[in-house]
Protein backbone atom coordinates (compact mmCIF):
# COMPACT_ATOMS: atom_id res chain seq x y z
CA UNK A 1 0.00 0.00 0.00
CA UNK A 2 1.66 3.18 -0.72
CA UNK A 3 2.66 5.63 1.97
CA UNK A 4 -0.32 8.34 2.69
CA UNK A 5 1.22 11.99 1.33
CA UNK A 6 1.00 15.24 3.00
CA UNK A 7 -1.61 17.66 1.63
CA UNK A 8 -0.11 19.74 -0.53
CA UNK A 9 -2.05 22.76 0.04
CA UNK A 10 -1.89 22.74 3.85
CA UNK A 11 1.93 22.77 4.20
CA UNK A 12 3.73 24.20 7.11
CA UNK A 13 5.20 27.50 6.10
CA UNK A 14 8.73 27.48 8.00
CA UNK A 15 9.87 23.62 9.80
CA UNK A 16 12.96 23.88 12.37
CA UNK A 17 14.74 21.01 12.94
CA UNK A 18 16.94 20.18 16.35
CA UNK A 19 18.91 17.63 14.48
CA UNK A 20 19.89 15.58 17.73
CA UNK A 21 21.28 11.55 18.00
CA UNK A 22 24.48 11.59 15.99
CA UNK A 23 26.99 10.65 19.30
CA UNK A 24 24.24 8.13 19.50
CA UNK A 25 24.19 6.82 16.37
CA UNK A 26 28.02 6.31 15.97
CA UNK A 27 28.06 4.67 19.37
CA UNK A 28 25.74 2.34 18.55
CA UNK A 29 28.34 0.95 16.05
CA UNK A 30 31.25 1.61 17.44
CA UNK A 31 32.37 4.02 16.03
CA UNK A 32 33.68 7.80 16.87
CA UNK A 33 30.98 10.01 17.83
CA UNK A 34 32.68 11.98 14.85
CA UNK A 35 31.29 9.43 12.52
CA UNK A 36 27.75 9.81 13.13
CA UNK A 37 28.35 13.74 12.42
CA UNK A 38 29.09 12.66 9.02
CA UNK A 39 26.49 10.55 8.50
CA UNK A 40 24.23 13.53 9.72
CA UNK A 41 25.29 15.38 6.98
CA UNK A 42 23.71 13.04 4.60
CA UNK A 43 20.27 13.27 6.06
CA UNK A 44 20.73 17.40 6.10
CA UNK A 45 21.19 17.28 2.35
CA UNK A 46 17.92 14.83 2.17
CA UNK A 47 16.19 16.94 3.94
CA UNK A 48 16.85 20.13 2.67
CA UNK A 49 16.29 18.65 -0.89
CA UNK A 50 12.80 17.37 -0.25
CA UNK A 51 11.96 20.59 1.78
CA UNK A 52 12.66 22.34 -1.71
CA UNK A 53 10.84 19.86 -3.40
CA UNK A 54 7.76 20.33 -1.49
CA UNK A 55 8.33 24.29 -1.83
CA UNK A 56 8.64 24.96 1.85
CA UNK A 57 9.57 27.87 2.25
CA UNK A 58 12.14 28.54 5.17
CA UNK A 59 13.46 25.86 7.12
CA UNK A 60 15.82 26.41 10.06
CA UNK A 61 18.36 23.98 11.17
CA UNK A 62 20.07 23.49 14.38
CA UNK A 63 23.65 22.47 13.89
CA UNK A 64 25.32 23.99 17.09
CA UNK A 65 24.38 25.67 19.97
CA UNK A 66 26.10 28.32 22.57
CA UNK A 67 26.35 24.92 25.18
CA UNK A 68 28.00 22.79 22.65
CA UNK A 69 31.37 24.99 23.00
CA UNK A 70 31.31 22.69 26.80
CA UNK A 71 31.67 19.89 24.35
CA UNK A 72 35.29 18.22 24.54
CA UNK A 73 37.96 20.99 22.35
CA UNK A 74 38.55 17.96 19.49
CA UNK A 75 35.07 17.71 19.26
CA UNK A 76 34.21 21.19 18.12
CA UNK A 77 37.20 21.12 15.59
CA UNK A 78 35.73 18.12 14.08
CA UNK A 79 32.17 19.58 14.07
CA UNK A 80 33.49 22.91 12.36
CA UNK A 81 35.64 21.66 10.28
CA UNK A 82 32.66 19.54 8.61
CA UNK A 83 30.62 22.57 8.84
CA UNK A 84 33.43 24.06 6.39
CA UNK A 85 33.20 21.08 3.94
CA UNK A 86 29.77 21.05 3.98
CA UNK A 87 29.32 24.79 3.27
CA UNK A 88 31.93 24.38 0.44
CA UNK A 89 30.44 21.40 -1.29
CA UNK A 90 26.74 22.78 -0.98
CA UNK A 91 27.53 25.80 -2.53
CA UNK A 92 27.09 24.93 -6.07
CA UNK A 93 23.65 22.67 -5.35
CA UNK A 94 22.47 25.68 -3.26
CA UNK A 95 22.81 28.12 -6.13
CA UNK A 96 21.31 25.47 -8.37
CA UNK A 97 18.45 24.70 -6.48
CA UNK A 98 17.83 28.35 -5.93
CA UNK A 99 19.02 28.08 -1.84
CA UNK A 100 19.48 30.82 -0.21
CA UNK A 101 21.73 30.71 2.91
CA UNK A 102 21.60 32.42 6.09
CA UNK A 103 23.57 31.91 9.46
CA UNK A 104 22.10 32.37 13.08
CA UNK A 105 23.84 32.63 15.73
CA UNK A 106 27.15 33.98 17.91
CA UNK A 107 29.04 34.20 14.27
CA UNK A 108 31.80 35.77 16.23
CA UNK A 109 32.58 32.68 17.76
CA UNK A 110 32.92 30.74 14.96
CA UNK A 111 36.76 30.13 14.05
CA UNK A 112 37.70 32.67 10.85
CA UNK A 113 38.70 30.24 8.21
CA UNK A 114 34.62 28.72 9.07
CA UNK A 115 33.16 32.21 9.06
CA UNK A 116 34.63 33.21 5.94
CA UNK A 117 33.09 30.42 4.17
CA UNK A 118 30.02 31.16 5.43
CA UNK A 119 29.85 34.71 5.18
CA UNK A 120 30.67 33.57 0.92
CA UNK A 121 27.95 31.20 0.98
CA UNK A 122 25.44 33.42 2.37
CA UNK A 123 26.66 36.24 0.31
CA UNK A 124 26.54 34.25 -2.89
CA UNK A 125 22.96 32.60 -2.15
CA UNK A 126 21.36 35.90 -1.20
CA UNK A 127 19.09 36.49 -4.11
CA UNK A 128 17.80 32.82 -4.29
CA UNK A 129 14.18 32.73 -3.53
CA UNK A 130 13.14 28.97 -3.77
CA UNK A 131 14.19 28.17 -0.07
CA UNK A 132 15.24 29.99 2.74
CA UNK A 133 18.04 27.55 4.82
CA UNK A 134 18.86 29.21 8.35
CA UNK A 135 21.97 27.13 9.70
CA UNK A 136 21.32 28.00 13.79
CA UNK A 137 25.44 27.54 14.92
CA UNK A 138 26.87 29.03 17.89
CA UNK A 139 22.87 29.36 18.45
CA UNK A 140 21.04 30.07 21.33
CA UNK A 141 17.79 31.29 21.79
CA UNK A 142 18.52 33.53 25.34
CA UNK A 143 21.52 34.94 23.75
CA UNK A 144 19.43 35.74 20.42
CA UNK A 145 16.80 37.56 22.81
CA UNK A 146 19.67 39.24 24.85
CA UNK A 147 21.05 40.71 22.17
CA UNK A 148 17.82 42.37 20.75
CA UNK A 149 17.34 43.44 24.37
CA UNK A 150 21.35 45.42 23.76
CA UNK A 151 20.33 46.84 20.46
CA UNK A 152 16.99 48.06 21.24
CA UNK A 153 18.65 49.61 24.32
CA UNK A 154 21.12 51.38 22.65
CA UNK A 155 18.72 52.68 20.05
CA UNK A 156 16.61 54.12 23.72
CA UNK A 157 19.58 55.37 24.55
CA UNK A 158 20.52 57.43 21.55
CA UNK A 159 17.47 58.57 21.18
CA UNK A 160 16.21 57.05 18.10
CA UNK A 161 13.50 54.92 19.80
CA UNK A 162 11.22 55.13 22.89
CA UNK A 163 10.75 52.59 25.37
CA UNK A 164 6.88 52.75 24.86
CA UNK A 165 7.60 51.65 21.05
CA UNK A 166 8.44 48.50 21.85
CA UNK A 167 6.16 46.14 20.89
CA UNK A 168 6.51 42.35 19.80
CA UNK A 169 7.14 43.53 16.25
CA UNK A 170 10.09 45.60 17.18
CA UNK A 171 11.45 42.51 19.29
CA UNK A 172 11.08 40.29 16.52
CA UNK A 173 12.57 42.41 14.42
CA UNK A 174 16.11 42.60 16.23
CA UNK A 175 15.98 38.90 16.06
CA UNK A 176 18.08 36.68 13.52
CA UNK A 177 14.72 35.75 12.35
CA UNK A 178 13.89 39.21 11.40
CA UNK A 179 11.06 38.75 8.99
CA UNK A 180 10.61 35.41 8.86
CA UNK A 181 7.50 33.80 9.57
CA UNK A 182 7.72 32.11 12.69
CA UNK A 183 8.64 27.89 12.40
CA UNK A 184 5.05 26.33 12.55
CA UNK A 185 6.41 22.86 13.12
CA UNK A 186 9.40 22.37 15.29
CA UNK A 187 10.80 18.39 14.85
CA UNK A 188 13.27 17.04 17.28
CA UNK A 189 15.51 14.02 16.51
CA UNK A 190 17.13 11.53 19.27
CA UNK A 191 14.19 10.81 22.08
CA UNK A 192 14.99 14.21 23.99
CA UNK A 193 11.63 15.80 24.32
CA UNK A 194 13.23 19.07 25.43
CA UNK A 195 14.25 22.52 23.07
CA UNK A 196 17.35 22.91 24.09
CA UNK A 197 17.92 26.84 23.92
CA UNK A 198 16.05 26.64 20.31
CA UNK A 199 14.16 29.56 18.80
CA UNK A 200 12.38 30.13 22.27
CA UNK A 201 10.43 33.31 21.58
CA UNK A 202 9.95 32.27 17.56
CA UNK A 203 8.64 28.73 18.54
CA UNK A 204 5.67 30.11 20.55
CA UNK A 205 3.10 28.38 18.93
CA UNK A 206 4.77 25.65 16.66
CA UNK A 207 3.52 22.31 16.53
CA UNK A 208 6.45 20.76 18.57
CA UNK A 209 7.05 16.62 17.05
CA UNK A 210 9.41 14.44 18.44
CA UNK A 211 10.66 11.00 17.24
CA UNK A 212 13.16 8.16 18.34
CA UNK A 213 14.87 7.86 15.31
CA UNK A 214 18.37 9.33 15.16
CA UNK A 215 18.82 12.05 12.99
CA UNK A 216 21.61 10.24 10.81
CA UNK A 217 18.50 7.55 10.22
CA UNK A 218 16.27 10.78 9.26
CA UNK A 219 14.91 10.36 6.22
CA UNK A 220 12.39 12.51 3.51
CA UNK A 221 9.97 9.82 4.52
CA UNK A 222 10.16 10.89 8.39
CA UNK A 223 9.92 14.29 7.70
CA UNK A 224 6.45 13.51 5.83
CA UNK A 225 5.26 11.49 8.59
CA UNK A 226 5.90 14.41 10.71
CA UNK A 227 4.14 16.88 8.28
CA UNK A 228 1.07 14.48 8.27
CA UNK A 229 0.90 14.31 11.46
CA UNK A 230 1.08 18.42 12.07
CA UNK A 231 -1.66 18.57 9.60
CA UNK A 232 -3.88 16.27 11.95
CA UNK A 233 -3.52 18.52 14.69
CA UNK A 234 -6.07 21.47 15.63
CA UNK A 235 -3.81 24.93 15.44
CA UNK A 236 -6.10 27.54 17.86
CA UNK A 237 -3.97 30.31 19.02
CA UNK A 238 -5.72 30.50 22.35
CA UNK A 239 -9.17 30.05 20.57
CA UNK A 240 -12.17 27.79 20.97
CA UNK A 241 -11.88 24.32 18.51
CA UNK A 242 -14.93 26.15 17.11
CA UNK A 243 -13.40 29.48 16.35
CA UNK A 244 -10.72 27.72 15.14
CA UNK A 245 -12.19 25.60 12.77
CA UNK A 246 -14.49 28.60 11.35
CA UNK A 247 -10.91 30.90 10.96
CA UNK A 248 -8.18 28.37 10.25
CA UNK A 249 -5.10 30.34 10.35
CA UNK A 250 -2.16 29.13 7.59
CA UNK A 251 0.51 30.76 6.52
CA UNK A 252 0.35 30.31 2.57
C1 LIG B 1 23.55 16.48 17.54
O1 LIG B 1 23.97 15.22 17.91
C2 LIG B 1 24.64 17.29 16.91
C3 LIG B 1 25.15 18.38 17.74
C4 LIG B 1 24.66 18.72 18.90
C5 LIG B 1 26.27 19.12 17.25
P1 LIG B 1 24.70 14.93 19.29
O2 LIG B 1 26.17 15.07 19.09
O3 LIG B 1 24.14 15.77 20.38
O4 LIG B 1 24.32 13.43 19.51
P2 LIG B 1 23.93 12.72 20.86
O5 LIG B 1 22.80 13.48 21.47
O6 LIG B 1 25.16 12.75 21.72
O7 LIG B 1 23.55 11.34 20.46
C1 LIG C 1 20.77 20.36 20.76
O1 LIG C 1 21.33 19.12 20.98
C2 LIG C 1 21.65 21.16 19.87
C3 LIG C 1 21.75 20.69 18.49
C4 LIG C 1 21.15 19.68 17.96
C5 LIG C 1 22.63 21.46 17.66
P1 LIG C 1 22.19 18.78 22.29
O2 LIG C 1 22.60 17.38 22.16
O3 LIG C 1 23.26 19.79 22.45
O4 LIG C 1 21.11 19.00 23.44
P2 LIG C 1 21.11 18.53 24.96
O5 LIG C 1 22.44 18.90 25.53
O6 LIG C 1 20.90 17.05 24.96
O7 LIG C 1 19.97 19.25 25.57
MG1 LIG D 1 22.59 15.49 21.66
Known sequence: ???????????????????????????????????????????????????????????????????????????????????????????STMVHNDVSLRCLGQTDRIPPEVRAVME????????????????????????????????????????????????QAVIEQHLYTAGLPDPDLLIRTGGETRLSNFLLWQASYAELYFTEILWPDFRKQDLLTAILEFQQRQ?????????AEQTPEHCS
Not at 49 to 72: C, D, H, M, Q
Not at 78 to 90: R, V
Request: aromatic share 4%.
Open 1 to 91: MPKPKPDTTALPCHIAIIMDGNGRWAKQRGKPRLMGHRAGVESVQDIVRAVRELGIGVLTLYAFSTENWKRPPLEVQALMGLLKTFLESEL
Open 235 to 243: RRFGKTGEQ
Open 120 to 167: RVTRETASNSGLILNLALSYGGRSEITQAVQAIARKCADGVLSPEAID
